[in-house]
C-alpha cells in the first residue's frame, strides 16, 4: 500500500491510501505465467512443455470467462477454410506422411487455442500495462546466457547446429530471438513517443549479437519505419545506420559464395521446389508431407528433409498444406487481412517470409495478443478524437 496526498484549500494535507500493486486477477496472473514459461522449451512433460498444461487451463478458464465475439469474422472464416482443406488434403491422399497426427493435434487444437487466449488476454489489457517490462526482459537475457554457459541440468540441451549462438533453456537461437522479439514489440505498441524505440533496439540488438539471428532484427527495422511518428526521411537515417552496422556485423554471411550456398542448396532451391510441387497440386499436400517428401527425393535442400516438418516460407508451406485456404489462413492470421491490424502484423508477416514462424505456439500467443492490443488502442484514439471534435 502506498498514500496520495493532497493540500486542501485550507492547507491540511488529506492523506488517503491508495493501490500501488495492480489487482491480480485471471488475465493476469495467466499472461504472466506464460511470459515465465514459454521460454522452458526443452522441459517436457511426456510429450508436452510447461506451456502446454498452461493452454489447458487457459482455454478451460476462457470457456467459463471468455467471449468469442473478440474474434472478427475474417479469423474465423480463415481458419475454418485452412482447416476444412488441411484435413481433407490429409485423408483423401496417399502421399508417405511423417508425424501427420503431431501436426493435426497441433493445427486443430494447440496453436488455434493459444491464439483464442491470446486475443482475449490482449483484449484484457488494451487500457493497463503488461505484467512484465524490459526489465525482465534484459534480466531473461542475463539467465538465458548463463544457462548456456554452464550448461545447467534439465533446463539446458546442446543442439548440433548454431554452434556457439545462444539459444539457452529454448530449442534453437531463432525460437529464443523471436521470444525477445514479439514480446519487446507487444510492449513497445502499448507505448508512446519514439523513445520506446530506444529500450527495444538495445534488447534486440543485444539479442542478435548473442544468437545470430539475423531475420528477426531486419523485423525490428520495419516496426521503427512503420511505427515511429518521425518524418520518413528523417526515418530513413537510423534506418541506413542500422543496416549498415547489420552488414558490417554480418559480412561474413554476405559474401559471394555465401549468398551461393542460399540460392542454390538452401532457400532459393527450396522456394523453387515449393513452387512446383504448388503448382502440380494446387490444393494441397496434406500434413505431415513436407518431411515425408524432402526425406525422401533425390533433390537434397539444405534445412529440408528428416525432421524438419515445414519449408522456411511460411505461405509457401501452408499453401503446400491447404492450397488456396493456406494463404487465406496466411492472409488472415499473419498480415492482418480483416482483424484491422494489418500495420501492426506487416513487420511479422515479412519475417514469415524467411522463416516457419507458423510452428511456434509462443507466436501464436504474441500474435492474438497483439491484433488485440493494437485494435484496443486504435479503438481508444478515435473515441479520444471523437470527443474532443
Known amino acids: 500500500m502506498s498514500v496520495r496526498m493532497r493540500v486542501l484549500s485550507s492547507g491540511i494535507v488529506q492523506v488517503a491510501p491508495i493501490r500501488i500493486v495492480q489487482q491480480l486477477d485471471l488475465p493476469y496472473v495467466l499472461l504472466l505465467s506464460a ?21 489447458l487451463a ?34 483423401l491422399q496417399d502421399f508417405d506422411r511423417i508425424k501427420y497426427q503431431e501436426q493435426i493435434l497441433k493445427f486443430a487444437f494447440i496453436y488455434p ?29 542475463a539467465f538465458e546466457y548463463l544457462v548456456q554457459t554452464l550448461a545447467l541440468p534439465v533446463i539446458y540441451r546442446a543442439n548440433s547446429f548454431g554452434q556457439g549462438a ?5 530449442i534453437e537461437r531463432n525460437w529464443l530471438a523471436l521470444y525477445f522479439l514479439l514480446y519487446s514489440y507487444t510492449i513497445l505498441l502499448t507505448q508512446r513517443g ?25 523485423a ?46 538452401e532457400r532459393g532451391l527450396a522456394l523453387q521446389a515449393s513452387l512446383e510441387l504448388i503448382l502440380q497440386n494446387p490444393l494441397g499436400y496434406g500434413l505431415g508431407f513436407v518431411e515425408s517428401h524432402f526425406s525422401r527425393t533425390w533433390l537434397v535442400i ?44 506487416l513487420p511479422i508477416a515479412a519475417l514469415s517470409l524467411l522463416n516457419p514462424l507458423h510452428q511456434a505456439e509462443s507466436v501464436y500467443l504474441f500474435l492474438g495478443i497483439i491484433v488485440s492490443l493494437y485494435r484496443g488502442n486504435r479503438s481508444a484514439v478515435r473515441r479520444v478524437s471523437s470527443k474532443r471534435a
Open 35 to 55: 511470459l515465465l514459461l514459454l521460454p522452458f522449451q526443452v522441459i517436457q512433460v511426456s510429450i508436452a512443455q510447461p506451456i502446454h498444461l498452461w493452454l
Open 58 to 91: 487457459a482455454l478451460a478458464i476462457f470457456a467459463v470467462r471468455g467471449d468469442l465475439r473478440i474474434l472478427t469474422p475474417a479469423e474465423i472464416i480463415g481458419y475454418l477454410v485452412f482447416i476444412y482443406f488441411a484435413l481433407v488434403m490429409t485423408f
Open 113 to 141: 487455442g493459444f491464439y483464442l487466449v491470446g486475443r482475449w488476454l490482449g483484449w484484457s489489457f488494451r487500457d493497463r500495462p503488461l505484467p512484465l517490462g524490459y526489465i525482465f526482459l534484459f534480466g531473461l537475457l
Open 166 to 170: 545462444l539459444h539457452g533453456t529454448f
Open 194 to 218: 519514439d523513445r520506446r524505440f530506444i529500450p527495444f533496439f538495445a534488447l534486440n540488438g543485444m539479442v542478435m549479437l548473442l544468437s545470430g539471428s539475423k531475420t528477426a532484427f531486419v
Open 220 to 265: 525490428c527495422g520495419l516496426i521503427y519505419l512503420i511505427h515511429a511518428k518521425t518524418p520518413l526521411i528523417l526515418k530513413l537515417i537510423p534506418a541506413a545506420i542500422g543496416a549498415i552496422a547489420y552488414m558490417t556485423v554480418f559480412s561474413a554471411d554476405f559474401t559471394g559464395d555465401m549468398i551461393a550456398v542460399r540460392l542454390e542448396e
Open 302 to 345: 539444405r534445412g529440408l528433409g528428416e525432421g524438419v516438418n515445414s519449408v522456411f516460407a511460411v505461405p509457401l508451406d501452408l499453401m503446400i498444406i491447404a492450397g488456396f485456404g493456406g494463404l487465406v489462413f496466411w492472409m488472415v492470421l499473419f498480415l492482418g487481412l480483416g482483424t484491422g491490424a494489418m500495420a501492426a502484423l
